[in-house]
């Protein structure tokens, strides 16, 4: 088992530029997120999705898009990078449980460093 | 109302020590806590969570406690090792928001040998 992974590790973008940054994980988890890291702001919720062909946005969605066409990839897309959106992006993947609940079955990938300049 | 308060922002204790880390919430909805280990160029790693139907839980040296009436909750890491040296992040859910977490903003521990 992989586990989640994450691709690239580090990226360096000029503003205006599009890119997308995979994700992936082997464990056949229903449910997977992206958030962004910023020092002092902890982990905030991009988007996540509830299983494949489902999306749905988080608290900072804007200037992301994502799309989920099979359990295991959900890749996250920046349309046109700005400089705001140097972060350490995490995915994350877990069972879905629906209104039984969270589940303590989170996993996060190792992240991607990226730089907007 | 979806916030999660953390403190210290930074810790530094000896070894052997406890460091007790410090969270507070406002959304009484919120009904799962759980908490997370980051080291350095890694991602967050479930270390130990609660449900507000108890007032402790113990994972080894990991000790949650939880006080419902004052909407807050604390880590308490037991004999302190230098590998215990992280960033620690407190997290709530709840049912109407699915499985999306909202993080407290994180504390560096730094367990001095």
């Known amino acids: 088992n992989a586990g989640v992974t994450q691709t690239p590790k580090f990226q360096v973008l000029k503003t205006g530029q599009s890119m997308t940054l995979q994700c992936a994980q082997d464990?056949?988890?229903?449910?997977m997120s992206w958030y962004r890291q910023d020092p002092g702001m902890g982990l905030r919720l991009i988007h996540y999705?509830?299983?494949?062909?489902?999306?749905d946005q988080g608290e900072v969605p804007n200037g992301y898009n994502v799309s989920r066409s099979t359990t295991e990839d959900f890749p996250l897309r920046l349309l046109s990078a700005a400089p705001s959106q140097t972060s350490v992006y995490f995915c994350?993947?877990?069972?879905?449980?629906?209104?039984?609940?969270?589940?303590?079955?989170?996993?996060f990938g190792p992240g991607t460093r990226l730089t907007v300049l | 109302q979806q916030q999660v308060k953390q403190s210290p922002q930074s810790l530094i204790v000896q070894k052997g020590g406890i460091p007790i880390i410090n969270c507070a919430y406002e959304?009484?909805?919120?009904?799962?806590f759980p908490w997370y280990q980051q080291f350095p160029g890694k991602g967050p790693a479930l270390l130990i969570a609660?449900?507000?139907?108890?007032s402790e839980k113990k994972e080894g040296r990991f000790t949650i406690s939880f006080n419902k009436s004052a909407k807050q909750f604390s880590l308490h890491i037991m004999d302190s090792q230098p590998g215990d040296s992280a960033t620690y992040f407190c997290?709530?859910?709840?049912?109407?928001?699915?499985?999306?977490?909202?993080f407290g903003p994180g504390t560096r521990l730094s367990v001095l040998p």
């Open positions: 609660i449900r507000p139907d108890v």
């Open positions: 464990m056949n988890h229903e449910y």
């Open positions: 959304n009484t909805a919120f009904d799962y």
């Open positions: 999705s509830v299983g494949a062909g489902i999306t």
């Open positions: 997290a709530a859910s709840m049912l109407d928001y699915g499985q999306n977490f909202v």
């Open positions: 994350a993947s877990s069972y879905f449980q629906g209104l039984a609940g969270p589940t303590d079955t989170q996993y």
